[in-house]
């Protein structure tokens, strides 16, 4: 059995029968801004958790995901760089923060082209074209794609043609890469955020072509008030903009807890 349960804009929870891995934790609209989210309370403590922060913007990433281990006894941080920097002060041993403090085993840092690997995961950090990483993992047979921020930021409405083939180019050269260790990804979570204007799906367009996807999440429309939400969820909903018509299934994951379930 294998779930993805949508929590919140690009936040992720995945589950199979070894492991648990959390993608760019923001935040919970269930549960109270400080506490401990209600998905980690419920989690089999017995399962390996990992923890994924692609980069540190405040939409992926809040220090509370450090407290998690209070709950979760086997806790594997995987971050990108600049997320690593940014926290610098929460993960080293010699600074004066008096807050909760992961063990530094528990801490991985990766930057774009390098590898984490143990007995139950194999992580490839991939780049990004804002800022951070995109990740690929393999457990068991099932292969998973975070995109974090890697997309085509094309906004079109306000660029010249230079600057959309200069953003495309810096999108598919990265992709060029991703597919070339990972033609086939089973579950992909991936930008699209009707915010850019004109053709806002088109990275998902060619994500998807280009790797063979299975079942593909829309994700990043949690933002803005209600009624912009929406309008955004809507969106990314509307998947004939840029399905394959030849392969994959679709699957865009609105409300909060909301799962796909394979068995």
């Known amino acids: 059995m294998i779930k993805l349960q949508y929590i919140w804009h690009d936040c992720f929870l995945f589950e199979n ?22 998905f980690i309370r419920n989690l089999d403590k017995e399962k390996p958790l990992y923890v994924f922060v ?27 760089k600049d997320t690593a920097k940014f926290a610098r002060h929460i993960i080293s041993e010699t600074s004066l923060y008096t807050g909760i403090k992961p063990d530094k085993e528990s801490v991985k840092v990766l930057s774009s082209g390098e590898t984490f690997r ?15 990483n995109s990740y690929a993992i393999k457990t068991g047979d099932t292969t ?12 079109k409405d306000e660029s ?9 180019k810096r999108f598919t050269d990265i992709l060029d890469k ?12 991936f930008p699209v955020d009707s915010r850019i204007g004109t053709d806002y799906f088109t990275g998902a367009k060619i994500f998807v ?34 399905a394959n018509p030849e392969r994959g299934e679709y699957i865009c994951l609105q409300s909060p807890y909301a799962c ?4």
């Open 160 to 168: 010249t043609e230079k600057e959309v083939a200069t953003e495309l």
């Open 17 to 38: 029968e070894k492991v648990t891995m959390v993608f760019d934790f923001w935040k919970d609209p269930l549960t109270e801004i400080n506490d401990i989210p209600m």
């Open 178 to 189: 991703i597919a070339e260790s990972y033609p086939r990804i089973d579950l992909a979570m």
């Open 54 to 80: 692609s980069h540190h913007h405040k939409d992926h990433y809040v220090k509370n995901i450090f407290e998690w281990g209070k709950y979760i006894p086997n806790i594997t941080y995987i971050l990108s």
């Open 144 to 155: 998973i794609f975070h995109a974090g921020d890697l997309n085509a930021w094309i906004w």
């Open 260 to 263: 796909y379930i394979r068995y």
């Open 118 to 132: 143990d007995n139950l995961i194999t992580v490839d950090a991939f780049g990004s074209t804002d800022i951070g």
């Open 209 to 242: 072509r280009e790797i063979n996807v299975a079942h593909f999440f829309p994700m990043h429309f949690g933002l803005g008030n209600r009624e912009e939400q929406l309008k955004y969820q809507l969106a990314a909903a509307t998947v004939g903009n840029y």
